[in-house]
């Protein structure tokens, strides 16, 4: 069973450019998650979505950050126009739980991470 | 809101010696607790995990952790490690059953094991 993919690896892009990444979570996995990590702090979650819609997305920086997870599959996170405190690496994970009245507590599922640079 | 405490950033420790990886998380909910390990070049692996039941939890590869809720703790330990557990070990907590389950992470322990 393939894991979480993500592309791409490794960003460079400079100040007021556009940058877009993408999550192939695990096939079958409703939930799909991303975090940050920003250079010597911890991980941070910005959003979730179940299937297609978004559950959670306090953790969203601001607007210049779009999500997108049409169909339900596949995930994109777009930055628009990147900063230079954007620069981090990106995570996403994904699992399996349903909402059934409550949320099960599933393991999530963690790519390699996306490395921007914003210079 | 969660909060995850690991005050050690790097630790360095000798292969078959002993290790402890502290943390420390706030909660105002009862929350679930993650160790996830990444090792170099790699995303984030979970390496175990408390849920419910027994306090002590262990995985594979010889690590265990135990939950004490009165120190609202979660450290990890391995009696002997190797080489191979060169890797940065995060800690992590969850809220229980709704507040959905976005993770909170600790910054990260690095664990340089030498010879």
């Known amino acids: 069973e393939a894991g979480v993919t993500q592309f791409p690896s490794h960003s460079v892009i400079e100040k007021g450019q556009t940058v877009t990444l993408r999550c192939d979570p695990i096939s079958g996995h409703d939930n799909l998650y991303w975090y940050r990590r920003v250079m010597g702090k911890e991980i941070k979650f910005l959003l979730h979505?179940?299937?297609?819609?978004?559950?959670?997305e306090s953790g969203m920086p601001n607007n210049r950050f779009l999500a997108e997870r049409t169909g339900g599959t596949y995930s994109t996170l777009k930055v628009q126009p990147a900063e230079l405190e954007d620069s981090g690496v990106y995570f996403c994970?994904?699992?399996?739980?349903?909402?059934?009245?409550?949320?099960?507590?599933?393991?999530?599922?963690f790519g390699p991470g996306t490395r921007l640079l914003v210079l | 809101a969660q909060s995850v405490t690991q005050l050690d950033s790097q630790v360095p420790v000798f292969e078959e010696a002993p290790v402890e990886l502290r943390c420390n998380y706030s909660s105002s909910v009862s929350v679930y607790l993650f160790w996830y390990v990444q090792y170099p070049n790699q995303g984030l692996q979970l390496l175990l995990k408390y849920l419910s039941g027994s306090t002590l939890v262990e995985s594979i590869n010889g690590f265990e952790a135990e939950f004490n809720k009165s120190q609202t703790s979660f450290h990890l330990r391995k009696p002997s490690v190797h080489i191979s557990d060169t890797a940065e070990y995060f800690c992590?907590?969850?809220?229980?059953?709704?507040?959905?389950?976005?993770?909170?992470f600790g910054t990260g322990t690095q664990l340089k094991v030498e010879l």
């Open positions: 979505f179940v299937k297609e819609s978004k559950q959670d």
């Open positions: 992590a907590v969850s809220p229980v059953p709704g507040g959905g389950n976005k993770l909170t």
């Open positions: 994970a994904s699992s399996q739980g349903r909402l059934t009245g409550g949320w099960r507590k599933e393991t999530q599922y």
